[in-house]
């Protein structure tokens, strides 16, 4: 390789970071949902693309980027806690496969039915005015969008850690996860707990999804691949570890990102090349539980 | 979508034995002349998957070719059909499709794909049973031995008269400093060697050449690389979501300001997806725009049929194409009077015809057709409608000096 300037290797860590914080909010919602109910949600990938769709929605009534920033996650949190009622809810406690196989054929309906509402074409999401183009970061040009991204990830990240750990709720939360016997005989009403956990999941997966709208638009398949990837940055990371989902989403995008710079072609085979590596050395994850699967 | 899974009228078994019975009765005049059997064309398209909406817009291109020959009274009274299947954008389910078509249906002829690969697995199939196959997507490959048989003829332009037009256009009017960004398949790798043979005369200098998987959603890792290298030209090659993503997030990280981006197939569908702003001032090549009605006769017919069939719309660069193939072999019907193999080859074999964007003739060599390229800029303003996204800068016309000599494929000249 020749040519690689410092200041190209820093511009190239900061793509890889802006990308990896796509990976961390939709890792971050998978782990939260797998941590707290054990349920494999594979239509995570569609509640991200719900969330780019309910986005442009959102944008067509408004006229309002910021407002659209609001609601499409809402809209998308809203829709999930509606599937965990109806659909998830029934198969808790008959083991990993059920949900798991539930949640992968709700992905395909609800791609179907945004192709049937929306067309297979995929629809323009215009980056809005106030972040479009390019900013010169010292070491070169750098979209201001996906600064934005990086800044939205870090609140939001800050925001669900406030939750978790300093809020009463966040408490009872992470005390269902550990024991929910223990918790309903505390009498909590632990199926509400549950309700909220996959709502806060859905709906962070719908913020990734409105977020990665400017970047490449809004498409009913957008989902499917990125949920491969989200599985090993969620693998990687431990399952059902939040901190993990993190770690690995950022080291997943720099893993791109540095590929990328050497052999473009081999970006996707590097994400599960580092997988497999990971999973030889310590087959829990980053900072996974060990058996958590079984 | 709640259907009701209960039918109108309860069915019985009765109800579908004189039902049958009724069917056997009314079709039975229809029997005694064999010949009268219509015309059937198979077409095999890339229904669903990320060419969905391409594929949907060739099969009513498609629809309207064989809806005019009917009106205008088929071939003595014989009508033609459309059987449109869904190849999946993959070869072997293509393949199996095909043979289905040929030994199911009995078609006459099979017209269609839109991806390199997948059409040499539609033309290996058709030409060992002997079945006329005319292609709709671009290849190379496609017109070479030993791939090309006699029964294979494409009408959609190859990658070298596309990446040939618009490199020629763009090397001398951009500049010489070019970095290659393409699809790691066969379209991809075909494009890039069309813009350096077109190069070669003219003395580019490529200063990167970069592949990415099919079906990438993210470019960003790509582009500041492409920025620090400050080239005069990107050369996009790659094709449906791929280039709609990577034309926007190369306007994102603000390359336009030292770079024009050249696309060899610039595509109506993904400018419409991508929207204005990321398309902007972007250059590249086009088999068909329908703003070319202005000034050809035959496109401006072409258009106001689709407008009148399809709510005032107006055809694609790639559903054009499915129009086309469909016309053509059923001209090579009447004009050889027959459905006959060798007899339509024949017919079709040096056919001057203008469907729908000016003079074209299949070269005899090759069953290539010989056809003129529009060079077009992508519009961010003044544009009179959704529809009015392109302006022609130039049009390369039809020259079978653009195309790779009959003896570079390997055919006896």
């Known amino acids: ?294 | 979508m709640a259907e009701s899974f209960t039918p109108p009228i309860r069915l019985t078994r009765r109800h579908l034995l004189g039902a049958s019975l009724t069917g056997i009765v009314l079709s039975r005049p229809a029997i005694p002349r064999a010949q009268e059997s219509p015309i059937r064309i198979g077409f095999p398209v890339p229904l669903t998957g990320p060419y969905a909406t391409e594929a949907q817009d060739q099969v009513r291109c498609a629809q309207l070719a064989v809806d005019e020959f009917n009106a205008s009274g088929g071939l003595n009274g014989r009508r033609a059909e459309l059987l449109a299947r869904d190849d999946k954008l993959n070869p072997g389910e293509a393949a199996t499709r095909t043979l289905e078509l040929i030994e199911k249906d009995k078609v006459d002829f099979i017209v269609g794909s839109l991806s390199a690969s997948v059409q040499l697995a539609v033309n290996n199939v058709a030409r060992q049973r002997n079945v006329i196959y005319n292609s709709i997507s671009q290849s190379d490959q496609i017109d070479a031995l030993p791939d090309w048989s006699r029964t294979t003829f494409h009408e959609a332009m190859t990658p070298h008269m596309t990446a040939g037009a618009v490199g020629r256009y763009a090397f001398g009017k951009y500049g010489k400093r070019v970095v290659f960004l393409s699809a790691d398949y066969a379209y991809g790798a075909e494009m890039v060697a069309g813009f350096k043979a077109a190069g070669a005369p003219l003395g580019i200098e490529v200063l990167a050449e970069l592949k990415h998987p099919l079906g990438t959603t993210d470019f960003s890792t790509l582009m500041p690389r492409i920025a620090a290298l400050k080239p005069d030209i990107l050369c996009l090659c790659n094709f449906g979501r791929d280039q709609q993503i990577a034309v926007k997030q190369a306007t994102d990280f603000g390359l336009k300001r030292t770079t024009r981006i050249v696309i060899p197939v610039i595509l109506y569908t993904a400018r419409l997806a991508a929207g204005p702003q990321a398309y902007e001032g972007v250059v590249g090549g086009t088999s068909y725009y329908w703003g070319i009605e202005s000034s050809v006769p035959s496109a401006k017919a072409f258009n106001d049929r689709y407008r009148h069939a399809y709510d005032g719309k107006v055809p694609s660069d790639y559903g054009a194409l499915g129009y086309a193939g469909v016309r053509a072999v059923l001209a090579g019907a009447a004009r050889a009077g027959t459905t006959a193999t060798d007899k339509v080859v024949a017919a079709l074999e040096g056919m001057k015809y203008d469907f729908y964007k000016g003079a074209e003739t299949y070269r005899a060599c090759d069953h290539q057709a010989v056809q003129s390229l529009f060079i077009v800029e992508s519009k961010s303003k003044d544009m009179s409608g959704p529809a009015d996204v392109f302006s022609v800068l130039a049009t390369d016309p039809a020259n079978e000096a653009s195309l790779l000599s009959c003896s570079a494929e390997g055919h006896a000249s």
């Open chain 1, 1 to 294: 390789m020749s040519g690689v300037s410092p200041d190209l290797l820093a511009l190239q860590v900061f793509a890889g970071l802006a990308l990896g914080a796509v990976y961390v909010l939709l890792a971050t919602g998978m782990s939260l949902i797998f941590g707290m109910l054990t349920v494999v949600n594979f239509a995570h990938g569609a509640f991200y693309m719900l969330g780019a769709y309910l986005g442009l929605l959102a944008l067509d009534a408004t006229g309002n980027f910021w407002a659209a920033l609001v609601l499409a996650p809402l809209g998308a949190a809203a829709i999930g806690m509606v599937a965990e009622r109806t659909l998830i809810r029934r198969l808790y406690g008959r083991g990993i496969d059920y949900p798991l196989l539930l949640t992968f054929g709700l992905a395909y309906i609800l791609v179907e039915l945004v192709r049937i509402a929306f067309g297979t074409q995929g629809l323009p999401f215009d980056t809005p005015d106030a972040l479009a183009g390019a900013v010169d970061i010292g070491v070169g040009y750098f979209p201001l969008y996906r600064l934005f991204v990086i800044a939205v990830t870090i609140l939001v990240l800050g925001a669900l850690w406030l939750f978790l750990e300093r809020t009463p709720y966040g408490l009872i939360i992470r005390a269902g996860a550990r024991d929910p016997e223990i918790v309903r005989v505390l009498g909590i009403d632990v199926a509400r707990v549950w309700l909220v956990v996959f709502g806060l999941g859905t709906g962070i997966a719908g913020l990734a999804g409105l977020l990665a709208a400017p970047l490449q638009g809004a498409s009913p398949e957008m989902g499917n691949s990125i949920l491969a990837e989200a599985f090993v940055v969620t693998v990687v990371g431990g399952m059902g570890s939040l901190l993990g989902a993190v770690a690995a989403g950022l080291l997943v995008g720099l893993v791109v990102s540095m590929t990328a710079l050497v052999a473009p072609e081999m970006e996707q085979v590097a994400i599960f090349a580092l997988m497999a590596l990971v999973l030889l050395v310590r087959p829990q994850g980053f900072f996974g539980r060990a058996g958590l699967m079984s």
